[in-house]
């Protein structure tokens, strides 16, 4: 069974939009907390936006207001908007899940044991 499942990226010039999705199927959010990541080449992962499982949401203070995260419960769905793209947002995205009752820090990729596969964003220049 597929537990997360990443997609929406894709190739966009500078200051473009784009929105990814996490599927969710497994997952009841009320259990999890998602989290949507980042990895470029030769850099640490980084960690953009979350939500927890008691729905608070949070994007990291660097991005500046241009990310945000949503959910679709019906859905079982985790949104990214991206918005005024610059080409340091070229990476690979990620979602992942935490257990409630599994991690301590939402905001620490090390504390998630669930990852989707991966989408790739391209920002050009």
């Known amino acids: 069974e597929v537990q997360l499942q990443a997609s929406g990226g894709g190739s966009v010039q500078a200051g473009g939009s784009l929105r990814l999705s996490c599927a969710a199927p497994a997952f009841g959010f009320d259990d999890v907390a998602i989290g949507w990541f980042r990895q470029a080449p030769w850099k640490e992962r980084e960690g953009l936006c979350w939500?927890?499982?008691?729905?608070?949401?949070v994007c990291a203070a660097s991005l500046k207001g241009r990310f945000t995260i949503s959910s679709d419960n019906a859905k079982n769905t985790v949104y990214l908007q991206m918005n005024s793209l610059i080409p340091e947002d070229t990476a690979v995205y990620y979602c992942?899940?935490?257990?409630?009752?599994?991690?301590?820090?939402?905001?620490?990729?090390?504390?998630?044991?669930?990852w989707g596969q991966g989408t790739q964003v391209t920002v050009s220049s």
């Open positions: 939500r927890t499982n008691d729905a608070n949401t």
């Open positions: 992942a899940a935490a257990l409630a009752g599994d991690y301590d820090d939402y905001t620490d990729w090390t504390e998630y044991n669930y």
